[in-house]
């Protein structure tokens, strides 16, 4: 769930009035598709508070703990997946990313345990076989060593100002893996 509450482009709708102290936080989004992972996430524990800047805030009942947004490989339907790479808590980066079964399992690391892959791959298709949408996440930690080198590429990639948005996509690309 932690993806979930993480891992968007949702805002918080600023509440007014008396009652705003009390009242959940509304969500705005690109998509009523993202609202609706980040209110998953809240009620499962993992309620998405504030962005502010680079930094996403997330209440989890026992304290609030805070991410911060280091890059975000936006989502557009030919990558068919939205990834950030985040700084948790503890200092660590891992990479987020969330997008369609199809694309995520091509990227995947080879697993330990083709037994929980297999049925993983037929839960998905009884759900597409019944006409569902299926949204997989995935996550990687990275070294430090590694994120550095990628984040040099993608400000280079950022900033570009010829082909940009394929500039960036082929560094999201070398990141999204494993």
Request: proline share 3%; with cysteine; glycine share 6%.
């Amino acid at each position: 769930f932690t993806m979930m509450a993480v891992c968007h482009t949702a805002m918080v709708k600023e509440a007014k009035g008396d009652a705003a102290a009390d009242a959940p936080p509304e969500y705005q989004a690109s998509s009523p598709d993202e609202v609706a992972l980040v209110v998953g996430a809240a009620g499962s524990g993992f309620r998405f508070l504030q962005r502010a800047h680079t930094d996403v805030t997330l209440d989890l009942g026992e304290g609030l703990v805070t991410y911060k947004i280091l890059n975000v490989n936006e989502f557009d339907s030919t990558r068919k997946r939205m990834s950030c790479v985040v700084q948790r808590p503890d200092g660590t980066h891992q990479l987020m990313i969330k997008g369609a079964d199809s694309v995520i399992y091509e990227r995947l690391a080879p697993s330990k345990d083709a037994a929980e892959l297999q049925e993983t791959q037929r839960i998905l298709k009884a759900f597409a076989n019944e006409g569902l949408r299926t949204l997989v996440f995935a996550h990687r930690n990275l070294q430090p060593s590694e994120y550095e080198a990628w984040a040099a590429e993608y400000n280079e990639a950022f900033t570009a100002t010829v082909d940009r948005q394929a500039a960036l996509d082929r560094v999201a690309e070398t990141i999204e893996r494993d």
